[in-house]
């Protein structure tokens, strides 16, 4: 099995900082994608960002210019700093990956415990 673990969350003033991670343990054959994802109270999850395991990246128009994701392929983690934060940000936050555990399966879409960011003065 695959477990991804975040760490990072909190409150923060607006305008401020924070750094999130999530790393994947597990047996783990390679892993393509990874991507953050936020949910607000009411609303429906939606892509904060994504990185490919090319390192090409994605972001939602809501965050660019403020985050950035990056990936440490060496540690199985995938990183989300975010910058100028605003308190339309407060979220859950949740990271995905996309696993192959061996090389003879597809990968399968893996998710953290989520992790809250709560942007107030």
């Known amino acids: 099995q695959v477990q991804l673990v975040e760490d990072g969350g909190g409150l923060v003033q607006p305008g401020g900082s924070l750094r999130l991670s999530c790393a994947a343990s597990g047996t783990i054959f390679s892993i393509n994608d990874m991507g953050w994802y936020r949910q607000a109270p009411g609303k429906q999850r939606e892509l904060v960002a994504r990185i490919t395991g090319s390192s090409s990246t994605t972001y939602a128009d809501s965050v660019k210019g403020r985050f950035t994701i990056s990936r440490d392929n060496a540690k199985n983690t995938v990183y989300l700093q975010m910058n100028s934060l605003k308190p339309e940000d407060t979220a859950v936050y949740y990271c995905?990956?996309?696993?192959?555990?061996?090389?003879?399966?597809?990968?399968?879409?893996?998710w953290g415990q989520g992790t809250q960011v709560t942007v107030s003065s």
């Open positions: 995905n990956m996309a696993v192959r555990q061996t090389m003879y399966y597809a990968a399968r879409q893996y």
